[in-house]
């Protein structure tokens, strides 16, 4: 299957300080990434869609000045946790469609990465 | 509104017990539903993605089953390590960049 790495998979910070988190597609490229949130026993709440080489198209009731993301390559999509607060600690999860014709994944399947355990002090 | 609802929302089975999760979707259009399983602390794993009405895939233990209006995930003689949380997202003809809509889960338990 399909490969997405996340890092880092665990980050702990003060509040007020800006955090960044990378997700990667190691063997395929995604022109998008989609990034969630998941809290306890919940299941997964979109964020936003990363496309590479454009703006990010926010969901509803998600701030895109406290959530950047950025989708640099093909390969590479960001999300900048700023000015960081308790409320916002959480698992944070991404997520790649591989793009179609590749050779190793499902065509329109979402391939999820590990996972980042935020903790806001 | 389109709407994804998994049952039962917890499930306790015996090691060998057999049992269905079922997963009833209502959207404009289906173009594919897709069963994850997710374990504590970690992203979703992809395990099955169903096209059409009368479609089924088989992986180990695990067959699911699709109709127009619901899916089923069997699990066949379970075992402890089958104990996860079992995730069903429907993608939409009219949804943009490959959206899914998920359901809240299916917490799975297996003891031997």
């Known amino acids: 299957g399909a490969v997405v790495s996340q890092h880092p998979s665990r980050v702990i910070c003060k509040s007020g300080t800006s955090v960044k988190i990378e997700c990667r597609s190691l063997d395929f490229q995604a022109t998008t990434m989609f990034w969630y949130r998941q809290f306890p026993k919940q299941s997964l709440m979109l964020m936003a869609t990363s496309n590479e080489g454009s703006k990010a198209t926010y969901e509803q009731g998600v701030e895109k000045d406290k959530f950047l993301i950025n989708h640099a390559s093909l390969t590479l999509s960001t999300l900048t946790v700023t000015s960081a607060h308790p409320e916002d600690s959480s698992f944070y999860i991404c997520?790649?469609?591989?793009?179609?014709?590749?050779?190793?994944?499902?065509?329109?399947?979402?391939?999820f990465g590990p996972g980042t355990r935020l903790t806001v002090l | 509104e389109d709407q994804v609802t998994q049952s039962p929302e917890a499930l306790r089975l015996q090691e060998g017990e057999s049992s269905s999760l079922n997963c009833s979707y209502t959207?404009?259009?289906?173009?594919?539903l897709f069963w994850y399983r997710q374990d504590p602390g970690k992203g979703p794993e992809f395990l099955f993605t169903?096209?059409?009405a009368g479609e089924e895939k088989e992986k180990e233990r695990l067959k699911a089953t699709l109709t127009k209006k619901e899916s089923f995930l069997h699990i066949t003689a379970p075992k402890p390590e089958d104990s996860a949380t079992y995730l069903c997202?429907?993608?939409?003809?009219?949804?943009?960049?490959?959206?899914?809509?998920f359901g809240a889960g299916t917490r799975l338990a297996v003891h031997p």
């Open positions: 997520s790649a469609v591989r793009l179609a014709g590749g050779p190793n994944a499902a065509a329109d399947t979402q391939y």
């Open positions: 169903l096209y059409s």
């Open positions: 959207v404009s259009g289906l173009r594919g």
């Open positions: 997202a429907v993608q939409e003809v009219s949804g943009g960049y490959n959206k899914l809509i």
